[in-house]
T-cell receptor, first 114, second 109 residues
Framework: KAGVTQTPRYLIKTRGQQVTLSCSPI?????VSWYQQTPGQGLQFLFE???????NKGNFPGRFSGRQFSNSRSEMNVSTLELGDSALYLC?????????????FGPGTRLTVL | GENVEQHPSTLSVQEGDSAVIKCTYS??????FPWYKQELGKRPQLIID?????GEKKDQRIAVTLNKTAKHFSLHITETQPEDSAVYFC????????FGTGTSLTVIP
């Protein structure tokens, strides 16, 4: 079974631009979560989508948004980029049925904002 | 919301010794506690998890213990090897996952 994939793997943008990141979950997984990882901050939860609906949202400004498509693929968008948005963005998928919550991470997208 | 604290932030052990990483959580509704290992430049990988109805779980050299009353859980690695060197994250889940800030483990040969 193919793992979680993310595209692109690396991205360089300048302040004020916007960016869209993509995540394809494991086949059969309906939940996709997004995290921002920066040195010293660990994994900060951005949002979770399940069956095309945003189920939970972390404490990030409205510049961060996302969506999920009917095939469970998910995108996240960051508008008006700031230097502090430079980070590794990880998505994770899970089946999220009943008590089975195991999450599998993608390789991440390394975003650099200049 | 939930708050997960993880200690220590860095840990160095001699090869063959044991390593223990501790996490505390605040929300008694959290019911699932995974541990992830992230090697440099790689994605976090689930290494072991425990559910709130279990007190201890072991998988070869790795074990996790959970104390629901005290709201803390710990990762134990025995007979450490250089390939155990990585950053380890704990997490707790109620409605979403909350992660600790990570422990950088170095195993000295």
């Amino acid at each position: 079974k193919a793992g979680v994939t993310q595209t692109p793997r690396y991205l360089i943008k300048t302040r004020g631009q916007q960016v869209t990141l993509s995540c394809s979950p494991i086949s059969g997984h309906r939940s996709v979560s997004w995290y921002q990882q920066t040195p010293g901050q660990g994994l900060q939860f951005l949002f979770e989508y399940f069956s095309e609906t945003q189920r939970n949202k972390g404490n990030f400004p409205g510049r961060f948004s996302g969506r999920q498509f009917s095939n469970s693929r998910s995108e996240m968008n960051v508008s008006t980029l700031e230097l502090g948005d430079s980070a590794l963005y990880l998505c994770a998928s899970s089946r999220r049925d009943g008590f089975k919550n195991e999450q599998f991470f993608g390789p991440g997208t390394r975003l650099t904002v200049l | 919301g939930e708050n997960v604290e993880q200690h220590p932030s860095t840990l160095s052990v001699q090869e063959g010794d044991s390593a223990v990483i501790k996490c505390t959580y605040s929300d008694s509704a959290s019911n699932y506690f995974p541990w992830y290992k992230q090697e440099l430049g790689k994605r976090p990988q689930l290494i072991i998890d425990i559910r709130s109805n279990v007190g201890e779980k072991k998988d070869q050299r790795i074990a996790v213990t959970l104390n629901k009353t005290a709201k803390h859980f710990s990762l134990h690695i025995t007979e450490t090897q250089p390939e155990d060197s990585a950053v380890y994250f704990c997490a707790a889940r109620n409605y979403q996952f909350y992660f600790g800030t990570g422990t950088s483990l170095t195993v000295i040969p």
